[in-house]
């Protein structure tokens, strides 16, 4: 395909000389131009250096930039385009799904909900203070981003039911051709290796300057492991694709799992099914909820009246201090997932004796379910009214492996078989971190084949190899707490910035030194050592083994993480210029003049 190739009726970018796309490298000669609109001397020897002397200092180039994934992550680079915060940019998201939001559109089990406080599960650019309560439902998360959209005027940069295949670069053409196809329109569709389900239509090819990767690490669910499940013949569905209108009312029903979803999933069904058997493998911890000293005692949740909502929207001040009051409350949490402190201590006393109270008219239930690992060494789970679903009449607690599925329902390892009308499995996701597809960078490395081995990130943003490359949240995360939305509006400003310098100074890629990536993997792996994520637990953050490397983890809090990401250390990167010759390295400099300077008439300022 060649560089200006129309693709899909989209104009690809202009294959120029260099892969400057923002440069004018026509031969005829130019008209007559004022001495301070260009640089002669490069008239006849650079035709790039030229070009960008005829521009105001602090140009942006028009580049063009292609994303795969419209959920949080999307949806803030796409706010980054649209307020001017990255200028000069031809933005295409691609989103698999049939609607944006991503993990809020596809979850929607019984009992979907966020842990984080409401409040600061949200965009720091678009404050909500019209939530509903304190902890909020995943239908009211997804109508949130919906409108925030709206709004925002994003939509006009996603493109829905277009679902990335594959991405390489071209070293020669600083380029990045990207392959997707169309899907048929079902709601979700899955991303994962080897799976074409709901593909259609022919191989899309497009090229861009600058790939990002949004796609995240909660789509590629998991199935039980346990076999036959081909043969049962009443409805088995999982957690991350539930159907719309399901009702459970009358029915018996298995939940299979404990993890996050496992645990609102049965809590929510407890209250509707007839008969619930809750199928349990590992011991966990329930916790508190997050921030729940702000929640009346005795309450598991704070819904807001509309004269609190009313006074949120016109005092945005006092709206903006209750939002800072609850994330104080988050981030002064961290240190208990270092080993051996004293909020680790505090932390595993309190819940102790929190599930020995709730759990007391089932003391052996109590016994196998309170691991003996540390609190925080799986995701904490608060599980408002979970511990009391299974106390309850209508519950049957099935401890162990399960054998298979049968035609009507579950043997356990004991032999023993029970019925179900509906299974659920919520058995979480595929955590590799191992793209869902090839991206193909410098050499020809394939980082899904690289990061199936040994997955290395540097800020969780980039890695080696893969020049004009980012990826949201990758290995090396914050992921372990406080808010996500917060720590992907933090990479997005990182990425803006690389961004901008690639832009403005005649760089038409970067690439992260290898010896860079090893360095921060020995920082990272040496810090983790003291957390009680290393503990041996069986852990989604380590893919679900109990003692996987601590590959998806930040060294160090949220805090710290986001002072990082903004220490500009570009010293970490190879650039490659526009301009063949190390004299021209400077002719970013363009005209030598700012665009407010020549301004005429009586309201020009060049101060």
């Known amino acids: 395909m060649t560089a200006n190739e129309t693709v899909n009726g989209v104009n690809g970018s202009n294959g120029l000389a260099h892969n400057i796309p923002s440069i004018d490298n026509t031969t005829n000669e130019d008209p007559e131009l004022n001495p301070i609109q260009a640089t002669a001397a490069y008239r006849t ?26 959920g949080c992550s999307g949806l803030d680079l796409a706010h980054a385009v649209e307020s001017g915060a990255l200028k000069n940019v031809d933005l295409r998201i691609y989103e698999k799904n049939a609607g944006l939001g991503g993990t809020w559109w596809e979850n929607r089990y019984p009992g979907c909900a966020c842990d984080i406080p409401s409040h600061n599960y949200l965009f720091t650019w678009a404050p909500n203070p019209n939530w509903s309560s304190f902890y909020v439902t995943a239908p009211e998360i997804l109508e949130y981003f919906e409108d925030v959209a709206d709004k925002f005027h994003l939509n006009k940069y996603i493109t829905t039911r277009r679902k990335i295949t594959k991405a390489e670069w071209d070293q020669s053409k600083q380029k990045w051709y990207i392959t997707s196809r169309r899907t048929d329109g079902r709601r979700n569709v899955i991303s994962a290796q080897g799976i074409t389900e709901g593909e259609t239509g022919n191989d899309i090819v497009e090229e861009c300057d600058i790939f990002i990767n949004a796609s995240g690490f909660f789509n590629n669910w998991r199935w039980p492991t346990t076999p036959g499940k081909e043969h049962y013949k009443g409805l088995l569905v999982h957690s991350a694709d539930y159907p719309t209108g399901l009702s459970l009312r009358g029915k018996r029903v298995a939940v299979i799992g404990n993890g996050s979803s496992g645990i609102q999933a049965t809590a929510a069904v407890q209250k509707q099914a007839a008969h619930i058997g809750a199928y349990i493998r590992n011991p966990t911890w329930i916790t508190a909820n997050m921030g729940s000293r702000f929640i009346p005692p005795g309450k598991t949740n704070l819904f807001f009246d509309a004269e609190q909502k009313k006074k949120w929207t016109e005092d945005p001040q006092e709206y903006l201090q209750y939002r800072k009051a609850v994330e104080k409350e988050l981030n002064i949490r961290f240190p208990l997932f270092v080993r051996d402190t004293p909020q680790q201590k505090m932390a595993k006393d309190f819940t102790m004796k929190d599930m020995q109270r709730k759990l007391a008219s089932k003391p052996d239930l109590y016994e196998k379910i309170v691991p003996d690992f540390a609190v925080g060494c799986r995701r904490p789970s608060p599980g408002a009214g979970y511990l009391e679903s299974l106390c309850a009449e209508n519950c049957e607690v099935l401890w162990g492996e399960l054998e298979c599925f049968t035609e009507t329902g579950i043997r356990s390892a004991d032999g023993t078989e029970r019925d179900y009308d509906v299974i659920i499995a ?133 805090l710290h993480y986001f002072e990082l990401l903004r220490r500009r250390r570009y010293e970490d990167f190879e650039w490659t210029s526009g301009c063949d010759g190390p004299e021209y390295d400077f002719a970013w400099f363009n005209n030598g003049f700012l665009s407010h300077e020549l301004e005429e008439g009586a309201d020009a300022d060049p101060t």
Request: glycine share 8%; aromatic share 12%.
């Open 45 to 70: 020897k650079n035709k790039i250096a030229y070009s960008l002397s005829k521009q105001f200092f602090d140009s942006s180039r028009p580049i063009k930039i292609i994303v795969a994934g419209a």
């Open 426 to 558: 919520a058995t979480g996701f595929d955590m590799s971190f191992t793209p869902r597809w090839p991206i193909i960078g410098l050499d020809g490395v394939d980082l899904q084949q690289e990061w199936a081995k040994d997955p290395k990130c540097y800020m969780s943003a980039v890695t080696k190899d893969m020049p004009n490359y980012f990826v949201y949240m990758g290995p090396g995360s914050p992921v372990g707490h406080g808010s996500m939305i917060t720590s992907i509006e933090r990479i997005t400003l990182y990425m803006v910035d690389i961004i901008n310098k690639m832009q403005t100074e005649n760089y038409t890629s970067f690439v992260i030194k290898p010896e860079k990536i090893e360095a921060y993997q020995s920082q990272m792996m040496a810090w983790l050592e003291k957390t009680v994520w290393g503990d041996k637990c069986r852990s989604s953050f380590k893919n679900g083994t109990t003692d996987g490397r601590l590959d998806a983890f930040h060294p160090g809090s949220r």
